[in-house]
């Protein structure tokens, strides 16, 4: 299933609008199953569920590409990209992320497979 629909139905959107109304209004790019969100849908989800937001220094250089790599590769639920910070809806995201500073370096993946060879 895919990672939008799976979120539409969580917050009981299919009562308000339909889902590829939804999906138009809220996400980056409308096409696809990335969860990243443009301005409109992090204004819109804001007020349906609790965000996080984990700001930038405001004279630090910009965000590297990695982070968007990163956040499109592992969030599990939406995000914002902006400016001067990043706005996720699920806590164990935002507190990952947070935890390592937003460096993306220091976030080690560990998966099933490299676990099992280390046993």
């Not at 009562?15 to 409308?30: E, G, I, L, Q």
């Not at 590297?64 to 639920?77: D, G």
């Not at 939406?78 to 699920?90: H, M, V």
């Amino acid at each position: 299933m895919s990672k939008r629909l799976a979120y539409y139905e969580e917050i009981g959107e299919e009562s308000r609008t339909t889902f590829k109304v939804w999906v138009k209004a809220t996400f980056f790019h409308p096409m696809g199953d990335g969860i990243r969100l443009h301005m409109a849908g992090l204004i819109y989800l804001e007020t349906l569920v609790t965000c996080y937001d984990i700001d930038s220094d405001p004279g630090s250089e910009p965000r590297p590409s990695k982070h968007y790599l990163y956040l499109a590769r592992f969030c599990r639920k939406p995000y914002y990209i902006g400016l001067k910070k990043i706005t996720f809806f699920d806590e164990e995201e935002a507190f990952l992320f947070k935890l390592c500073d937003g460096n993306i370096d220091n976030v080690q993946e560990v998966s099933p497979e490299k676990l099992d060879d280390e046993n």
